[in-house]
């Protein structure tokens, strides 16, 4: 009930296009909803969050969506550049207790001129 | 701040060795975490602390891991004896719970493992 299912584990976008990616989750206590993009030879980093009481946050080309229902949330790349290539994790976590976060599986994106 | 330091940054042993891995959270941060990341497996969670107290271990993989935090600006993973499965990155990363960017994990560059 924990699990964190992340797709597709590979992707490969045009520049300019859009990227999405898809998580699932099975507890429906969690209640924190991050992004976290890590690039070769580095630790991840927070890219964006978000909290169930919303269904759509943007940052600039970043989008994460947000359904409760079904207990999905993605994110998407608008105008994707090369420099956003990149693994990109979805996470899940309970808010309040250190916020303990359970990653997904990771998807590798490149992105091609 | 430098954020979260961690040492080394690359490891090369031989099994049966001992290894340790050392963080220095950022300052004033109230939550630690450790994380091995592998191909396979991708994150896993291994130990975290609060206010240098360990409150969850059940990611740690077997009794040849412990962790310890002796005091808020330091904690160590060890490894002792290592095995080639264990060659991953350990990532440690850490939070100020309820800070200005809700339990932000902030990660530190990681130490490459190879046990040979």
């Known amino acids: 009930q924990q699990q964190v299912k992340q797709s597709p584990q590979s992707l490969i976008v045009q520049k300019g296009g859009i990227s999405i990616i898809n998580c699932a989750y099975e507890n429906t206590a969690f209640d924190y909803f991050p992004w976290y993009q890590q690039f070769p030879g580095k630790g991840p980093a927070l890219l964006i969050a978000?909290?169930?009481?919303?269904s759509e946050k943007k940052e600039g080309r970043f989008t994460i969506s947000f359904n409760k229902s079904a207990k999905q949330f993605s994110l998407h790349i608008m105008d994707s550049q090369p420099g956003d290539s990149a693994t990109y994790f979805c996470?899940?976590?309970?808010?309040?207790?250190?916020?303990?976060?359970?990653f997904g599986t990771g998807t590798q994106l490149k992105v091609e001129l | 701040d430098a954020g979260v330091i961690q040492s080394p940054r690359h490891e090369v042993t031989e099994m049966g060795q001992e290894v340790t891995l050392r963080c220095k959270p950022i300052s004033g941060h109230d939550y630690l975490f450790w994380y091995r990341q592998t191909m396979m497996r991708g994150l896993e969670l291994l130990i975290y602390?609060?206010?240098?107290?360990?409150?969850?271990d059940s990611g740690m993989p077997e009794d040849r891991f412990s962790a310890k935090m002796p005091n808020a600006s330091f904690s160590t993973l060890k490894i002792q004896p290592s095995e080639p499965r264990d060659s991953a990155v350990y990532f440690c990363a850490s939070t100020l719970a309820g800070g200005p960017v809700t339990d932000t994990q902030y990660f530190g560059p990681g130490t490459r493992l190879t046990v040979l």
């Open positions: 996470a899940a976590s309970i808010v309040g207790g250190g916020n303990k976060l359970t």
């Open positions: 978000i909290r169930p009481d919303v």
């Open positions: 602390f609060n206010n240098n107290v360990p409150i969850d």
